[in-house]
């Protein structure tokens, strides 16, 4: 049962409140103080409070600052009950946290009205406030149900070495990284970003994960891979995609076969010529449109002391609070100047360099980097 805190140091307004109220189907509570009205506060945690202001000692300006001030107890609705009919007194009421103002000598069918509909309010907010911490927590599985699905440590690979950065935007997203170790040395590595960045994008990134680890007999190939997952995707998806770029990288010839659908171009520096640049690999449409009659590949040889960048474009389209992008030429310089070949150093130094350029301004997509450097 609902509870509502009389406050008022005459008897007499007690009693008519008492009388006019009997009838709303609440759980009646008086205090004839301040004081005695921010003890029962504490321990009754009354669903609205009707407080008088002239009062000695605490009077009801102070309790409801009081209240409004508690974590506990800010959010009980408070209506102001006076004799003051002034402007003043009544903004002061309302700024100090109060919802509403009634003025003696009381009216019945005004009390009643203004009672049952901060009732409503308050009790809705409370639903709302129920029903979104619920999401909340369910969020928070997500989220943690997600990162369960990435890979929980990269692989050592003589010659080459690798570093991730992995962030959502919100508790959950559609970014994607995934390695796989194969035959005769060789390592696959996946970058996946699927439209959006919610639940749909959540379930497409998962949907990805489950066919790149369930395609055992083509995944040492990058056209066969993406084709697969394309196919596949295509059957059960009609109103999402994905982008993704998949290599296999081989120790022996010291090269990454690439297989590119409709993802970001990866991002190679050559230590040889010092400069960084956009891999011109050609590409299919994102996964889940169409099917794909021939998926290119493109090779590149990789010398000690070069670096590659696979990437989702949450990073060069992040922007700052003036809305301008980070945008690649950021992302080469940092390639470039880098003064380490430890990818993990390289790959946090590009994140303080793409926080620097956000300040406060939040993300508005998810990101993912995986970077490879040849040793």
Known sequence: MESILLVDDQPANLQVLLQMLEGVGCKLLVAKSGEAALTIVQKARPDLILLDIMMPGIDGYEVCRRVKANPGTEKIPIIFLSSLDETSDKVRGLQLGAVDYVTKPFQPEEVIARVNTHLTVHRLSREVQKRRDELQHELQVVSRLQHNLLPDHL?????????????????????????????????????????????????????????????SNRIEE????????????????????????????????????ISRAGHTLPILY??????????????????????????????????????????TDGVTERFNAQEELYGKRRLLRQMETAATNDPAILVQEIIQDLERFAGNHPADDDQAMLLIVAE
């Open 222 to 257: 990058p056209d066969r891979l993406l084709s697969f997952i394309n196919e596949n995707l295509c059957k059960v998806n009609k109103e999402s995609f994905v982008t993704a770029i998949y290599g296999v990288y081989d120790p022996r010839r010291r090269s990454l076969r």
């Open 155 to 215: 692989p050592q690979l003589d010659g080459l070495r690798l570093a991730v950065h992995y962030e959502t935007s919100r508790y959950a997203g559609g970014d994607y990284y995934d390695v796989a170790q194969l035959s005769n040395g060789r390592l696959g590595v996946l970058v996946a970003d699927a439209e959006g960045h919610s639940a749909p994008a959540t379930v497409m990134m998962a949907m990805t994960c489950a066919l790149f680890r369930s395609c």
């Open 270 to 311: 050559r230590s040889s010529a010092k400069e960084a640049i956009e891999v011109p690999c050609d590409g299919v449409l994102a996964m889940g449109c169409d099917t794909y009659l021939q998926v290119p590949v493109t090779e590149i040889a990789l010398s000690p002391g070069d670096r590659l960048l696979l990437y």
